[in-house]
Structures are given as structure tokens and as C-alpha cells.
């Protein structure tokens, strides 16, 4: 037995290193491991053996066995990552090759308008946070600190979809606002985000369109104030706009969801019918803002007595056309091609503060 043993231990050891692909691999593990295989048929042998030489022929087996199997394994990786090497040779792509000269594509304003904010607010250390299109009444509106029968419920022009079986009234958002509903019911103060989006009301003329899209911001902890969120803004227009020392100015205003509430303008100027950002006296108006209603805070399960902080909320087609000079709303959504051409942004050229943001 020993003999036979060690002549097919040479043999089996030859035939796995002789084979070139995993299918005859395959074919050398039946002839030697399956059922009729070589080994195993060795191994029906045992039984006739006395109990000494079963032992001593059974150990020497087991050692073959291991030995092969050890062989087939090493033998497989090997085609294995031979298989995948070439693969990834195949497929490789050499994203170093210049822009292939008819390449048509480009990024849309608003799309290259978020990267901008997300980039200038992130280098603050926001977050990005995002919420569903459809929402409920609950958190478009009552969380938000709107009473029921509220005007301003009205003065959204909100598209309400068919109440369901149960009553619920779904709506499509009217704002981002929701989203600080769900951010603060999802997370844990410290809370920074901002949270880009589409919005819709029913409203359709050169300034509005059904659908749109806003930028909310939200800071809750346990100290924020007016003259952080006054800090935050400044800081963004003025790197959004490029205008290193572009004034701002803070007006009382309403909003159910903030007390107190503002609206801050930028300065600039109108001479001559044309519209220039920078500080010549005249004042435009660009967002909503301020501290978060405590009757939010709290529709939210935190405690309004230990956290406070603010809110701003900004229309992003109004400032991308005040920044790349778009005079008309309805053509972000016209998707022509000449439009895009001329509005449109390259698509490696991704925004940051330090890389630098479109001009
Ligand atoms: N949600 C408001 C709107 O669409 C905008 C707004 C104003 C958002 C003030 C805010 C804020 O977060 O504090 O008219």
C-alpha cells in the first residue's frame, strides 16, 4: 500500500501542476477526490485491511488527501486572481484621456449651485441632510408651529394630493422647512445641516414656477444665537457672491416657525436698470431667517428650555440667477440645449472654497 500511496502522490501532485485552466483542475479533483475518484477508491480498501494496517494506511491516506486537496486549492486561487488580473486589464479606462471633443454634456445651474453651497457650508462643518418631496400636513405645516386654519397654510399655494383611506392629507412640500422636522426628530443636537431641495406651490409666472428649489439652514445646541446666524450668512453671500466685503442687512419679518423672524438683504445697486451686487447703497432681498420657534423645538420631543438655535431658508434659483446674470426663472426648466450650452457648467469642475467656486 505505501507504494501505491507515494507513485500517486507523484502522479497527483504532476497532473494539478500541469493543468492550465480551472475546468481541467476540475476534471484532476473528481479523478482523484470524487466519489470513483483515486484516493477514494484507495480508501475503500481500509476495510479489508487487519486493524494495524488500517491504521497505519488510513493515516498515510488522510496525509495524500490533505496534500492534494492543499494543492487544488493553491492551484485555483492562482487561476482565480490570473482570471481577475486579466479582467481588470481589459477593462481598464484611462479617465487621464482628454474630453472626447463632441462630448455634449454640462451641469446644470442649479445642480452647480448646490455644489457651491454645499461646498461654502461645509467648510463651516454643515452637513448635508435631505427629506421626501411628498410630505403630510404634520410636518409641512402644524410642527411648524402653523396653527390650523392658519393663512399662511393658504398663502403656500400648496398642491394637496387626494386624502387616502384614513384621512391623511399628503401634499407636496411647499418648502425645505420640513426637513428640520425630521432632522431634529432623527438626530441629536448638535444639529448643522443644510438641506437642498425640490419645492412646489401652484404658482406659474416670469418670477415663480411649480416647482423650484430651496436651501434650508438649521443650527440647534444649547447657545446659538441671532449674531451667530448673522456670522453664518454674511460669510456665505460673501463667498457665494464673491464680494469680499458685501454688507448685509437684517429686517423684522414673519415666520410661523422662527421668533424673532428676518429677512436679510445684500447690498446693491439698480443705476441705469441694471442690477450690480456690492455696496451702493440700494438693499435686495435674499432670504428668511431666525431663531427657532421654541413651539418647534418642542413639537420635535426636545426641551426648548436647553436647546435653542436658528433657521434660514433661500430660494437657489433666485441666487443663481442674481450670480450668472439668468434673467428669466422658466428657463431653468425648458431644458434647451442652446440655454444649457451657454448657462451650463463643465462637469470635472467641481466646486470648493479653496479650489475655487464658478465666477
Ligand atoms: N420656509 C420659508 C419659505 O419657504 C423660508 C424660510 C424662512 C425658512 C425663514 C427658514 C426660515 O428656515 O427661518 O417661505
Known amino acids: 500500500m505505501t507504494d501505491t500511496i507515494e507513485k500517486l502522490r507523484g502522479e497527483l501532485l504532476t497532473a494539478v501542476s500541469d493543468t492550465n485552466d480551472l475546468a481541467t483542475l476540475e476534471e484532476v479533483r473528481v479523478a482523484a477526490l470524487g466519489k470513483k475518484g483515486r484516493i477514494t477508491a484507495l480508501m475503500k480498501e481500509l476495510g479489508a485491511m487487519t486493524p494495524d494496517e488500517r491504521k497505519a494506511a488510513g493515516q498515510r491516506l488522510n496525509v495524500l488527501k490533505d496534500e492534494v486537496a492543499a494543492a487544488l486549492d493553491t492551484r485555483k486561487v492562482m487561476f482565480e486572481q490570473a482570471a481577475l488580473n486579466a479582467r ?11 474630453v472626447r471633443p463632441e462630448a455634449k454634456g454640462s451641469i446644470h445651474p442649479i445642480s452647480q449651485t448646490i455644489a457651491e453651497i454645499a461646498a461654502i457650508f461645509g467648510e463651516m462643518g454643515f452637513e448635508l441632510a435631505e427629506g421626501p418631496d411628498i410630505e403630510d400636513d404634520f410636518h409641512n405645516f402644524t410642527a411648524l408651529n402653523f396653527p390650523p386654519g392658519h393663512p399662511a397654510r393658504e398663502m403656500h399655494d400648496t398642491f394637496f394630493l387626494p386624502p387616502d383611506g384614513d384621512g391623511n392629507r399628503y401634499l407636496l412640500r411647499t418648502h425645505t422647512s420640513p426637513v428640520q422636522i425630521r432632522t431634529m426628530m432623527s438626530q441629536k443636537p448638535p444639529i448643522r445641516v443644510i438641506i437642498p431641495g425640490r419645492t412646489y406651490r401652484c404658482d406659474y409666472d416670469m418670477t415663480h414656477t411649480p416647482m423650484f428649489h430651496q436651501v434650508e439652514l438649521l443650527v440647534i445646541d444649547t447657545e446659538s444665537s441671532m449674531a451667530h446666524l448673522r456670522g453664518c450668512l454674511q460669510e456665505f453671500v460673501r463667498t457665494f457672491f464673491g464680494i469680499d466685503d458685501l454688507t448685509t442687512r437684517f429686517r423684522p419679518s414673519f415666520f410661523p416657525f422662527t421668533e424673532p423672524s428676518a429677512e436679510m438683504d445684500i447690498g446693491c445697486s439698480r443705476q441705469g436698470g441694471e442690477l450690480k451686487l456690492g455696496n451702493h447703497g440700494d438693499w435686495l432681498e435674499i432670504l428668511g ?15 426648548p428650555d436647553v436647546y435653542q438655535g436658528f433657521a434660514a431658508g433661500m430660494g437657489i434659483e433666485r441666487i443663481a440667477m442674481l450670480k450668472y446674470g439668468i434673467p428669466d426663472l422658466r428657463t431653468f426648466f425648458e431644458s434647451d440645449l442652446r440655454w444649457l450650452r451657454h448657462y451650463g457648467f463643465a462637469a470635472l469642475d467641481v466646486p470648493s472654497v479653496t479650489g475655487g467656486l464658478a465666477r
Open 289 to 303: 431667517c431666525g431663531m427657532v420657534h421654541p413651539n418647534v423645538i418642542k413639537a420635535c420631543g426636545l426641551d
Open 88 to 98: 481588470l486589464a481589459s477593462e481598464s479606462m484611462d479617465v487621464s484621456l482628454p
